[in-house]
């Protein structure tokens, strides 16, 4: 049973009940209310809009049509830096319409566009039900589900798009539509992976999954034995025998000397290995055996509750300055981990927080024809590379550093990215298949022939 209505009622009201929900740049709250949860980026709209409900969203599009407005709906600004500029653009911010909703029995979970992870992982674990959420506590479950959502529990279940059973959302032309399997199939299978350039979603129906505890935490070494650690990771990660049920992730992890860190490791530098187990702990421990037998200084695994695993990856739970980038990694042999090791870890010529090679396969490297835009992922790993950026002094070597890791792993690159992981520009054909990527591109044209929606990895609406 869907935990939607039946019916989506018209939008009932002009355009007024945005009275006092449209900050311009005259207002003093203009500074805090175009700010990103990536402080590193200057989004300067024509204006922000604060919409409280799906029938202010649909006068919001209004609003900007009528003005000659594009524009780009946002739920954090986690990846606001490839929006680029925002002249004659109203930036539309999610964040007061939030609410969670778990239909228990169902195993499904409605979600108000402005959420973030956290409410829905809390939310599914009061009824013993878990969602596919990624590493950080406070992304945006829309932007995060909209890119494809690559969980920790993905291996075993694939990417959160594919686990969407409804959409509502605001069309270009300010229809309020609900897109699922029977309405609006094209629609449905666009924002299943295809990015935000279809409309303003106002709400998302997902799949929960009867998961209560993982056996999961971290193993942490010195920085200095980075290349032992890493190999011993990768023999893992490419063994015949390897379930599943098992997600690793390894990375140089430099963290920074600042109080939200806890003591013990603020301020020091790390190789580590997170692991996160469905299932017999006594299973994981046999796999994670050779990296224990390396003796960590730290050993964090044990089995948690699931929302545990929201904070085990440590990533900022607030906005931070940063600058970062991902490549996907088509195959890993020895010679790339001694490339990896060389750019990124003990010796590498910038510090950058985090340098991360996710292990993927599974399920997530399985296509079916009931999946959306992006189907699976065709490549191995994923990397992702960032470090903060507290003064603009620092932007420049930390892209540089970040370059530096891509180019130093480009000769093991995929033939596509990741649109999630790509917080700069990057040619939209590379993150679907050639066939995926022409039908987004008719469907593009078909629901926004003006470009009236932005995202920030946009399809082409012309040419
Ligand atoms: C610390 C950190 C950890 C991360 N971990 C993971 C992870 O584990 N797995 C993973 O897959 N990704 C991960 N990501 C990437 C993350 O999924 C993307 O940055 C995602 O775009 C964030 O969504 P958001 O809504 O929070 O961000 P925003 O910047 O607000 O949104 C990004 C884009 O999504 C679209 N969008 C957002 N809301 C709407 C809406 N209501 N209607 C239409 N379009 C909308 C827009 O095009 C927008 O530009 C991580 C990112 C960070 C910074």
Not at 121 to 142: C, F
Not at 186 to 215: C, K, M, N
Not at 230 to 253: G, K, M, N, Y
Request: net charge negative; hydrophobic share 45%; proline share 8%.
């Amino acid at each position: 049973m869907s935990v939607y209505p039946a019916t989506i009622d018209p939008p009932r009201r002009p355009a007024s009940v945005l009275a006092g929900k449209v900050v311009t740049r005259e207002h003093a709250r203009f500074d805090e209310a175009r700010r990103a949860w990536n402080l590193a980026v200057d989004q300067q709209p024509a204006a922000v809009v604060f919409p409280e409900s799906a029938e202010d969203v649909v006068a919001a599009v209004q609003y900007a049509r009528g003005h000659g407005l594009r524009i780009a709906p946002q739920g954090t600004g986690h990846n606001a830096g490839p929006l680029g500029s925002l002249d004659n653009t109203l930036l539309l911010r999610t964040d007061r319409i939030r609410g969670v909703h778990v239909d228990a029995k169902a195993w499904l979970a409605r979600v108000e566009a402005g959420s973030v992870w956290l409410e829905v992982v809390e939310a599914a674990a009061q009824h013993g039900l878990a969602a596919l959420a990624g590493s950080s506590p406070d992304v945006g479950v829309v932007g995060y589900t909209l890119g494809g959502g690559m969980s920790f529990l993905s291996r075993k279940y694939g990417l959160c798009a594919n686990a969407v059973r409804a959409i509502e959302l605001v069309t270009a032309d300010g229809r309020l539509v609900r897109a699922d399997r029977d309405n609006e199939p094209d629609l449905f299978w666009a924002l299943r992976g295809g990015g935000g350039s279809f409309g303003v979603v106002t709400a998302i129906e997902l799949q929960l999954l009867p998961i209560e505890h993982a056996y999961a935490g971290v193993l942490f070494y010195p920085i200095e034995r980075g290349s032992e650690v890493l190999h011993a990771w990768r023999e893992l990660t490419q063994s015949d025998a390897l379930p599943d049920e098992l997600t690793t992730i390894a990375r140089f992890l430099r963290l920074p000397p600042i109080p939200d860190i806890p003591e013990e490791l603020r301020g020091k530098s790390f190789v580590t290995v997170d692991a996160y187990h469905l299932g017999d702990p006594g299973e994981a421990d046999e796999l994670l055996a050779p990296l224990r037998a390396l003796g960590p200084i730290n050993d964090t695994i044990a089995t948690v509750p699931v929302p545990a695993l929201s904070h085990l990856h440590m990533d900022p739970e607030q906005p931070v300055p940063a600058a970062g980038d991902g490549l996907m990694i088509a195959e890993l042999p020895t010679r790339a981990v001694d490339a990896f090791v060389e750019v990124a870890g003990q010796n590498a010529k910038f510090p950058l927080v985090t340098v991360e090679l996710r292990h993927l396969q599974g399920a997530l490297g399985r296509p079916h024809h009931s999946h959306g835009a992006l189907s699976s992922i065709e490549a191995q790993y994923a990397l992702f590379a960032a470090g903060m950026v507290p003064v603009p002094e620092l932007e420049a070597p930390v892209r540089a550093q970040v370059h530096a890791v891509k180019m130093a792993m480009a000769p093991w690159a995929a033939s596509h990215m990741y649109l999630n992981f790509a917080e700069t520009q990057h040619d939209p054909a590379r993150f679907w298949t050639e066939q995926a990527y022409h039908r987004l591109r008719r469907i593009k044209r078909a629901v926004d022939p003006d470009d009236v929606i932005r995202s920030n990895h946009p399809i082409p609406a012309v040419g």
